[in-house]
Nanobody
């Protein structure tokens, strides 16, 4: 059984930083493309950042490029989302997701496993 457990969310002031973690069990992160998505109040779930199975390439949505970074620790089987220069519009529930495939996609429907989400609130 594959499980993804996010942690690290919270309340932060605009301009601040947070690091989210996604601990994966039941599947190795190196055998999966991984992604972070978010869903703000009254909004659709949207892609944030992703990484392919080999770890050689990462992808970012335009709205977070240069501010958010995805990384992973194969030994800990954990994926991270480092968020810097946070803005109030980054406020959302953030979800970690994994694919059975090692190939990247930004479409949420392409991901097979999801975490329960962690709330990030950025105050102005």
């Amino acid at each position: 059984q594959v499980q993804l457990v996010e942690s690290g969310g919270g309340l932060v002031q605009a301009g601040g930083s947070l690091r989210l973690s996604c601990a994966v069990s039941g599947r190795t992160v190196s055998s999966s493309a991984m992604g972070w998505f978010r869903q703000g109040p009254g909004k659709e779930r949207e892609f944030v950042v992703g990484i392919i199975g080999s770890g050689d390439y990462t992808y970012s949505a335009d709205s977070v490029k240069g501010r958010f970074t995805i990384s992973r620790d194969n030994a800990k089987n954990t994926v991270y989302l480092q968020m810097n220069s946070l803005k109030p519009e980054d406020t959302a529930v953030y979800y970690c997701a994994a694919r059975r495939s090692t190939l990247f996609t930004s479409g949420a429907s392409g991901y097979d496993y999801w975490g329960q989400g962690t709330q990030v609130t950025v105050s102005s």
